[in-house]
């Protein structure tokens, strides 16, 4: 009987690792703390404090995109107390009020042709974001994303929030909760151990018109500005060339 349950808890740990595996290259992000959430589409670290993700991993294909439309229905995310996370009804009039949207790190765009797209909409995995930015150059950089997907390639993407001034205060909710004031995003490819990645940061207060490319950051700086460790398995005699440089996937982002 024993016997039975260690291989039961192997089997639990071994499924588990390959989905953590999946969505994040070279391990998932280290340096800060706060819940692990593990689905088949990404995984993300909740924080407690701020009501946020710090960070989410996620790999778009040629297989996740392109599905039919799909709805935003808002929902907590069951997996996390509701303590330690924003519901619906904590976002009213914050459009109104102080100009953002519901936005996604994950986008739902990329894995509508997926089983698991509605898991996109859990308020873990939004944060709210300047509709200027989220309709505009953030939202250009994640269809870059998606036309190099289309390619064949696969695309890993960290993305999450930046915590360095005060943007704003959701004026619906009296939870405590720390709205960003920037996000980053870092888009990688391995093709057989060869890695390139490019890295942006983006203020709350970036023009819709704003072109991403222009935003482009090296790796290090997000990991310094993020505290961070993007790629944690990523070998050191690596890291500066994916890391400590710009333009490593520029062109394939249409820059």
Not at 190 to 213: K, L
């Amino acid at each position: 009987m024993n016997s039975l349950r260690v291989s039961a808890t192997l089997l639990l740990f071994v499924a588990s690792f390959s989905t953590f595996a999946q969505n994040c290259v070279y391990g998932c992000p280290t340096g800060a703390s706060g819940q692990i959430i593990e689905r088949p589409i990404y995984t993300l670290q909740n924080n407690a404090n701020t009501k946020f993700t710090n960070w989410v991993a996620y790999k778009v294909t040629d297989q996740t995109i392109d599905g039919p439309s799909r709805s935003r229905y808002w929902r907590k995310d069951p997996d996390i107390p509701s303590s330690q996370t924003l519901e619906p009804d904590d976002y009213t009039g914050a459009h109104a009020t102080i100009g953002t949207d519901r936005g996604h790190q994950v986008p739902l765009a990329s894995f509508s042709n997926t089983s698991h797209w509605s898991t996109t909409n859990y308020l873990s995995n939004i944060t709210p974001q300047a509709s200027g930015l989220n309709q505009g150059p953030w939202a250009r950089l994640e269809n870059a994303v998606r036309v190099l997907a289309r390619t064949g390639q696969d695309v890993y993407v960290v993305t999450g929030p930046l915590h360095e001034w005060h943007f704003a205060s959701l004026p619906g909710t009296t939870k405590q909760h720390s709205i960003p004031s920037g996000y980053f995003k870092v888009i990688i490819t391995d093709n057989n151990g060869w890695v390139e990645s490019s890295a942006y940061i983006f203020s709350q207060n970036t023009a819709r018109g704003a072109d991403f490319c222009s935003y482009e950051v090296t790796g290090f700086t997000v990991e310094y500005r993020s505290g961070l460790d993007i790629m944690p398995s990523l070998p050191s005699y690596k890291e500066g060339a994916v890391l400590g440089q710009t333009g490593g996937l520029t062109s394939e982002l249409g820059c």
